[in-house]
């Protein structure tokens, strides 16, 4: 019991240290990678994020948004929160999976010298600020009112039209968490393969501008 009240509080200090010193901390893990820490951080920020979505959606009075629509078919609620929280799961995981896999590819062909199994560890603990979003939109949802969210997603469905598929999607994306969550991915780069800060910083711009054309055709986070 002692034994896994250590790790749970050696797992809370490291991910507090990628926001104190998120080099040190990528120094250390690279020499002991662990990818069940990793994806342990990934599961909570993609079930906070899920229970997130669950509330805003059982919130939405669908029967005003159907009228404000004027008229036409609409799911049952139930079958939106459900899609909402599996296409939230999905997108956690496959965000994650994707910019890794991105990443990695990038830096071979820049002569990086790393493992991909690294570079998701990494990942993952630099996701770190999209823990503090999910945790931020969690008490939101709460506290929202459904005219509230009728208004976000009325905000949603009437400037869809004005919007291209990839500056929704970059709106959707890079948020500032996510862009805190980038910062932290051009350290990891630096770290697991051995270059330039220069060739780090292109690596993850390339992967994330690639990740933003994929999600105009993929719901990803």
């Known amino acids: 019991m002692n034994s896994r009240g250590n790790r749970r509080f050696d797992f809370i200090l490291g991910i507090m240290k990628c926001i104190v010193s998120p080099q040190s901390l990528f120094k250390s893990v690279l020499e002991k990678p662990n990818l069940t820490k990793a994806t342990s951080l990934i599961l909570v920020i993609a079930v906070v994020a899920a229970w997130a979505s669950f509330n805003y959606m059982s919130k939405l009075p669908l029967t005003s948004l159907l009228q404000q629509e004027g008229g036409g078919m609409f799911p049952e609620q139930g079958q939106l929160m459900i899609a909402s929280v599996v296409m939230t799961l ?3 995981f496959g965000t994650w999976f994707t910019s890794s896999a991105l990443i990695h590819g990038f830096a071979k062909v820049l002569k990086g010298n790393g493992a ?5 560890i990494l990942a993952g603990y630099a996701s770190m600020p999209l823990l503090i979003q999910q945790l931020l939109r969690l008490v939101d949802s709460f506290i929202v009112s ?3 969210a009728l ?3 009325g905000f949603l469905v009437s400037a869809g039209p004005l919007l291209n598929p990839i ?3 970059a709106a959707h994306i890079l948020t500032i968490f996510r862009l805190w969550s980038i910062v932290l991915l051009v350290i990891a780069v630096r770290e697991n393969y051995k270059v330039s800060m220069a060739r780090s910083t292109v690596v993850t711009i390339l992967s994330f ?5 994929i999600s105009t055709f993929l ?3």
């Open 209 to 213: 501008t690639a990740v933003l054309f």
């Open 90 to 92: 999905v997108g956690v």
């Open 146 to 148: 459904p005219e509230g």
């Open 116 to 120: 991909f199994n690294n570079i998701l």
């Open 219 to 221: 719901p990803l986070m």
């Open 167 to 169: 500056a929704s999607a």
């Open 151 to 153: 208004q976000i997603v």
